[in-house]
């Protein structure tokens, strides 16, 4: 193995540390090999990095955004024992550093196992292993670092090496481009490229991959070099399940739910304050509310009850058609069958019943039993949304920013994302806050962003509250205050949320 080559390969990684930016490029470890510990937790979010290099492949920036913003909103793996991890992950990288390679490797494998959810460690264990040509390892375990960091650019960069060194040249390069609209310093992560593209020394594969990658990021009209722009976040599954578990709740646990937590400082009451449960001053204005009961048991296995649903959703009760399709939908008592779900969908949906319409767009959205349909999408989130559903709300502002079933029309993004927000989605004040902190589609307001980003991470979304820590740390949202930022940055980091603990490492906070 050559490590010197491998330091100087990765020398724009670190300043300080070349051999430690080496091997924080890599991957952490392969979930799919035996023994390791959190299965359960990892399938998820291995699912997602696989659509993020599906919509690498289709150049669909969108589909990588998304399922990037899955994988942040998805539980985190639970923590092992970090000190005696981080114990056994310094005696490796000693013993790489040494060319030890065999017994670097059996503490790097000692090291995960002691703590699968530290990314650093099997990050340095995946990029020994492929310094060492083990590619189809090091590829599962890159996968797994971005089950974990889907937006870490370094971990991008390294696939696209293993992709190149296993002749893949395609997916080498689409690997590359999401490396460079994910990084943080676009013009380095652009001058790493370049070297691939010009080297004499590396595998073919690697080499047009790299050269590939540039001809996409920088055409010849030219291009900035900038990363991409900051994207609105789209519902995400997470939300929608959360969603389909509280729209048929009795009444009672809705009205019980719409209590939410006071704001945590007086800066928040500049915006609307975000709900616990957003949907429960809809659910609590529904039609039949004894068909929540009915589901709840249908639900259970209750056969009777189900009868008792398809009954009545025969006879054209809109919420009951609307309750057996989330029956099939999500395989409740029953095998999952979507295209029967979408059937009941339609016909609840046509008859006004807005949990339906929402549901139905979700499904054409998204492809699920039924071809993907972004203009349908679009008429039944708008249906919705004008019935007050907040998720709708939020997802028809994504598609009037991104132009997907409609024309592009930022301000009424931003109208539909401020109803959103009104309406106590935790996530619409999210995109509020974006959109005042850039000035997209209106004068940029950083105090005011501030406070709908306070909002949202009082309510406990991970990303806003990664803001809140960030403008404390830089004092934009009023005066800077380090201890406050580290408490915020905590709370998205312990949420999984990677950016927030690349800031509490910089704020010297070395336990995340």
């Not at 800066?267 to 609307?272: L, M």
């Not at 399709?325 to 295209?339: D, F, R, T």
């Amino acid at each position: 193995m050559n490590t010197k080559a491998a330091r100087r390969r990765a020398g724009y990684f670190s300043a300080t540390c070349v051999l430690a930016a080496v091997l924080q490029l890599s991957s952490l470890p392969a979930f799919a090999q035996a023994n390791a510990p959190a299965n359960a937790q990892i399938t998820s979010r291995l699912d997602q990095v696989t659509k993020m290099l599906a919509g690498a492949a289709s150049r669909d920036a969108n589909a990588v955004w998304d399922a990037k913003t899955e994988i942040e909103e998805l539980p985190y793996p639970t923590r092992g024992d970090r000190k005696l991890a981080r114990r056994l992950n310094t005696t490796a990288l000693e013993k790489f550093k040494a060319d030890q390679m065999a017994d670097s490797a059996a503490d790097f494998e000692k090291a995960r196992r002691a703590d699968p959810s530290d990314q650093e460690i099997a990050n340095n264990y995946g990029y020994m292993l492929y310094r060492t040509g083990k590619l189809t390892e090091a590829e599962a375990q890159l996968r797994y670092t971005l089950a974990l960091a889907p937006a870490r650019a370094v971990a991008w960069a390294n696939l696209a090496e293993v992709f190149g060194a296993q002749g893949e040249v395609q997916r080498s390069a689409d690997a590359f481009v999401v490396s460079h609209r994910f990084s943080r310093n676009p013009d380095t992560t652009r001058q790493y490229i370049e070297k691939f593209a010009a080297s004499t020394t590396d595998s073919a594969g690697l080499k047009q991959g790299a050269a590939q990658a540039l001809s996409r990021l920088f055409p010849a009209a030219g291009a900035n070099g900038t990363a991409a722009a900051a994207q609105p976040l789209a519902s995400t599954a997470a939300e929608r399940n959360s969603a389909a578990q509280t729209e048929m709740a009795a009444g009672a646990t809705v009205a019980a739910a719409n209590r939410a937590p006071p704001p945590a400082t007086d800066a928040a009451k500049a915006a609307p304050v975000s709900l616990a449960n957003p949907f429960a001053r809809l659910l609590s204005q529904l039609p039949n509310p004894e068909v929540a009961a009915l589901f709840q048991a249908a639900s259970k296995g209750n056969a009777g009850t189900r009868e008792e649903l398809l009954r009545l959703a025969n006879g054209g009760n809109a919420r009951a058609q609307h309750a057996v399709a989330m029956i099939y939908n999500q395989g409740l008592g029953v095998e999952v069958n979507h295209e029967l779900a979408n059937t009941w969908y339609r016909k609840s949906a046509e008859a006004g019943f807005v949990l339906a319409q929402a549901s139905l767009a979700w499904n054409q959205h998204n492809g699920i039993g039924t071809a993907v349909d972004p203009a349908l999408a679009f008429e039944n989130y708008r249906r919705a949304a004008e019935q007050g559903h907040p998720y709708a709300m939020n997802n028809l502002a994504v598609m009037y920013f991104r132009g997907v079933g409609t024309r592009p029309d930022v301000k009424a993004s931003f109208d539909w994302f401020m109803r959103a927000a009104e309406a106590g989605l935790a996530r619409g004040a999210h995109n509020v806050a974006s959109q005042l902190e850039n000035g997209t589609g209106q004068p940029a307001d950083p105090r005011k962003a501030f406070a709908y980003y306070l909002s949202a991470a009082t309510s406990g979304f991970a990303q806003s509250q990664y803001k809140v820590g960030h403008a404390y740390e830089y004092g934009w949202g009023g005066s800077q205050d380090k201890a406050a930022a580290a408490e915020w940055y905590k709370k998205a980091a312990l949420q999984g949320l990677e950016p927030a603990k690349d800031a509490l490492k910089r704020l010297g906070v070395s336990d995340f």
